[in-house]
């Protein structure tokens, strides 16, 4: 039978009228059986299903005297998380998200590494990066799956036009531009973009293919520690060409909007998240009848990749270290989220792009992926280092655009592309050079980053 998501019964929520339409939703109600209640909180409805099973079975037969409520938020769940801790609410685990930067040095979260075992960490070592989850020989979280940028086509207008799937920025370019003037007259267009949120739209797409091509991260070169914004140029020059003959009003343009017409075959090509893309198709826009969409790698400068993109880790679970009973909490997040059987089985049915290899390797492959090999990860997708602007936000304070918006005016023809990246590299750098000699930080360097 179906479990039902009851309604979560937390005194904070019922005091902060903020939360309005965003409390969370339990897959257990509280019983007072004298069993060690461990709540963990996450913002993921997709799997809904799929894990309240997996915790409503391990409520059933784990031996520890655990009993697991799994709750999820519609909404405001940065925000609820942070009231929760406020009040001495706070879940024994929680969903990663952004808040983990602002307090992974104030003791707020379990390093989990003293817990696994050495099947644990045979099984997810691979996933242990410094500076991101593993801070100061501490692991605060493992991230479970991973999604990374990908190209996204339609096999059918390619083949119906004879066009060559884009191994080179030229040949995306060349293909962008003719399905727009060959099909255009029928409402279809070569290429796309979200870019009515400038940041979302080019963090998904344009940056990734830089970085690619080019070994530079959000503008950053970790070899020399300067902004280097020189490289974007004939990639911005591309764009323009493709988004100017591209799919109308790309600069109002949101993803489900974007998608839609993609399903719709109206759209050629873009660019976002392999772990979304398959499911969204599969059930949120089914494609229309007699179109075919396809995932290749992002296309570089003379198909010359010098460097690797970034790919988000996601879900991964931080365990709360003021819990009263980290030791239930850790063991229950292990036995759950660990457990080789549901991540295999979270895999095969679609819920998730695996992050660990032995998963992987063991898993049975989907149709989807099968014929999309691109869609899962490879050497050439990594977590990168933060940036001096990421890693000092309340310092580096820019004046005006910052290099997201000011790519987006380049695209649109509102900046000169050489004029707007020689301002870029002038403001980012004066920035940069100016907190190195305050003492804020250190010139950033990072080798194994460089160029």
Not at 315 to 331: E, Q
Request: hydrophobic residues 40%; negative net charge.
């Amino acid at each position: 039978m179906k479990k039902v998501i009851l309604i979560s019964l937390m005194v904070f929520l019922a005091i902060s009228g903020v939360f309005a339409g965003g409390a969370g939703e339990s897959s257990s109600a509280a019983a007072d059986n004298g069993k060690i209640k461990i709540r963990i909180w996450t913002v993921d409805r997709h799997d809904a299903n799929f894990w309240t099973e997996k915790v409503a079975a391990y409520n059933a037969t784990n031996t520890d005297n655990i009993e697991v409520s799994y709750e999820i938020y519609a909404d405001n769940y940065q925000q609820a998380v942070d009231l929760a801790f406020q009040t001495g609410e706070a879940p024994d685990v929680m969903k990663y998200a952004q808040y983990f930067d602002k307090y992974v040095l104030d003791g707020r979260y379990v390093d989990l590494l003293p817990y696994l075992s050495e099947e644990d960490k045979a099984l997810t070592e691979s996933t242990w990066y410094n500076g991101y989850n593993l801070i100061d020989g501490k692991l605060y979280f493992i991230p479970l799956e991973n999604s990374c940028m990908r190209l996204f086509y339609n096999k059918t207008i390619f083949d119906r036009l004879g066009l060559k799937v884009p191994e080179t920025l030229a040949e995306m370019e060349d293909a962008a531009v003719t399905i727009t003037n060959e099909l255009s007259k029928e409402g279809i267009y070569g290429f796309a973009c979200n870019l009515k949120n400038a940041n979302s739209g080019i963090m998904r797409s344009l940056e990734p293919q830089v970085q690619l091509g080019t070994g530079i991260y959000k503008g950053y070169d970790f070899g020399k520690g300067v902004y280097d914004f020189s490289v974007y140029i004939p990639y911005l020059e591309a764009w323009k060409e493709m988004v100017m003959n591209g799919f109308p009003g790309c600069e109002s343009l949101d993803i489900d909007p974007l998608r839609s017409q993609f399903a719709a075959g109206k759209i050629g090509m873009y660019m976002s998240y392999t772990a979304s893309e398959p499911g969204v198709y599969e059930n949120q826009f089914p494609f229309a009848e007699g179109q075919e969409w396809g995932c290749t790698y992002m296309p570089v400068v003379d198909g010359q990749e010098n460097g690797a993109e970034y790919y988000t880790g996601t879900p991964a679970f931080l365990v709360n270290a003021s819990s009263k009973n980290v030791d239930a909490a850790v063991k229950a997040y292990r036995a759950i989220f660990l457990n080789k059987d549901n991540l295999r089985e979270h895999f095969e049915q679609g819920y998730g792009i695996s992050n660990f290899p032995e998963i992987l390797e063991t898993a049975t492959l989907s149709e989807t992926y099968a014929a999309n090999p691109a869609l899962l990860k490879t050497e050439k997708d990594v977590i990168y280092p933060k940036t001096p602007d990421e890693l000092y936000p309340q310092d580096f304070i820019l004046e005006g655009l910052d290099m997201f918006n000011t790519f987006s005016a380049m695209i649109f023809g509102q900046i000169d592309i050489e004029k707007g990246i020689a301002d870029l590299n002038k403001r980012y750098n004066d920035m940069n050079e100016k907190l190195i000699s305050q003492g804020v930080y250190e010139r950033i360097i990072n080798p194994d980053y460089a160029r």
